[in-house]
């Protein structure tokens, strides 16, 4: 176990039609890491290869022995249906589920912690709300309440400030860079340059295949970005299928 995620030349595809390929690198233990790229190049499909959801999957996926249950996910906030009659408290509560099984209620201990959670992203007040009231940005607060309670080593964050005003935002890159020195994995899909330059050390590029990965500075170059607008809207107009093999990642 080294807790290190290594990729050697992964090729990620749904039904067989790739959507990233020839990924090689390595998320290092402690890392924070921004996955950067446009529209439609891969930067979710990503994630999910590491949620080890069901995909193609060609080369090999090392994960350094991290199981799956160490993976904590933040989904994209239009994934997630808002409509269940479920309050603040019940969401965060899912975060201890690994511990507790499925709707189980919190012990003393974890209910202790869960107000900890609300308390850290400011929603102190809000556990009784149906999240269907809920602002973007509640919302948001919410589900990182839910995976501060999680507790996982290493936390996937799917465009966490998409809509999400700049209050929020600086609160939330505060949780995020509290994780970071607690020695926690951190990987987080952002389309803001300027804040992953501010606030990421590491940065993966993308445009249906790697383009850079490594410091940021060294990756986020005016060539480097211009080559992945420009790659992704060609691979788009010549995608077709090709023969991953068919599995999931190891
Ligand atoms: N479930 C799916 N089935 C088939 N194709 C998919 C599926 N999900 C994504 N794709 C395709 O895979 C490619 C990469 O999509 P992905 O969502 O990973 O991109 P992204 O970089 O996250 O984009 P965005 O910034 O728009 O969220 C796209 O061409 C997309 O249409």
């Not at 940005?137 to 501060?148: H, K, S, Y």
């Not at 996937?156 to 929020?168: K, R, V, W």
Request: glycine share 8%.
């Amino acid at each position: 176990m080294n807790n290190r995620i290594t990729f050697e030349n992964v090729t990620l595809s749904y039904d067989r039609r790739p959507a990233i390929h020839h990924l090689s690198g390595v998320f290092q233990p402690a890392s924070k890491t921004a996955i950067v790229g446009p529209n439609g190049a891969g930067k979710s499909t990503l994630l999910k290869a590491l949620m080890r959801q069901r995909l193609g999957v060609e080369g090999k996926i090392d994960f350094g022995g991290l199981r799956p249950q160490d993976f904590g996910y933040l989904p994209q906030l239009a994934e997630i249906e808002r409509s269940f009659p479920v309050t603040v408290a019940d969401v965060v509560a899912m975060g201890a589920w690994r511990k507790t099984g499925a709707f189980r209620s919190l012990g003393a201990d974890l209910s202790a912690k869960a107000a900890a959670a609300i308390d850290a992203v400011g929603l102190t007040g809000f556990e009784a709300r149906q999240i269907a009231s809920l602002s973007g940005g509640q919302m948001q607060r919410t589900l990182f309440a839910r995976l501060i309670l999680q507790d996982a080593p290493v936390i996937l964050l799917d465009e966490p400030f998409t809509a999400i005003d700049e209050a929020t935002t600086a609160d939330l890159l505060a949780i995020i860079e509290g994780w970071h020195r607690e020695g926690r994995m951190v990987m987080a899909v952002l389309h803001d340059i300027d804040q992953v330059r501010a606030a990421f050390p590491e940065t993966l590029l993308v445009a249906r295949r790697m383009i850079g990965w490594g410091p940021t500075a060294e990756v986020l170059t005016e060539a480097n970005l211009r080559l992945a607008r420009s790659t992704t809207t060609a691979w788009m107009a010549n995608a077709g299928p090709c023969e991953p093999a068919r599995g999931r990642a190891a």
